[in-house]
C-alpha cells in the first residue's frame, strides 16, 4: 500500500513563497511520474505541475508556468513544489499524485495524498 503525505503548506501573504513537500511511503514508485493538483472552494480540480521518474521532463498549468517549480528525490521518494510570488488566486487544497508514465493527469492516477492547505492573502 502506497502512502503520499504533503506538508508544507500554511498562510503567506502575496509575493510570498512556500514549499510544499510530498514523500512517498509503502514501496518504491520507480517509473512513476508524480506531481500536484489543486482545487479551490467551487471550482474544479487544477493540474498545477507534474515530473517524470529521471526528473528531466516536467509539465506546469498556464496558471503556474515560470512562479512554480517542481523536483524530486528518488532516494527519499519524495517530490517538491516551489511556489513563489505567489497570489491570492493560488488559494487551494493541492494535493499530491503519483502515476505510472511520464506525466500524471493523462490517464487514471493510481496514488493520491491527502491534501494540504495552501493560502494566500492579499
Known amino acids: 500500500q502506497v502512502q503520499l503525505v504533503e506538508s508544507g503548506g500554511g498562510l503567506v501573504q502575496a509575493g510570498g513563497s512556500l514549499r510544499l513537500s510530498c514523500a512517498a511511503s509503502g514501496r518504491t514508485l520507480s517509473g512513476y511520474a508524480m506531481g500536484w493538483f489543486r482545487q479551490a472552494p467551487g471550482k474544479e480540480r487544477e493540474f498545477v505541475a507534474s515530473?517524470?521518474?529521471?526528473?528531466?521532463?516536467?509539465y506546469y498549468g498556464d496558471s503556474v508556468s515560470g512562479r512554480f517549480t517542481i523536483s524530486r528525490n528518488n532516494v527519499k521518494q519524495t517530490v517538491f513544489l516551489q511556489m513563489n510570488s505567489l497570489k491570492p488566486d493560488d488559494t487551494a487544497t493541492y494535493y499530491c499524485a503519483a502515476q505510472m508514465g511520464l506525466r500524471v493527469g493523462t490517464s487514471y492516477i493510481e496514488f493520491w495524498g491527502q491534501g494540504n492547505q495552501v493560502t494566500v492573502s492579499s
Open positions: 515530473i517524470s521518474w529521471s526528473g528531466d521532463i516536467t
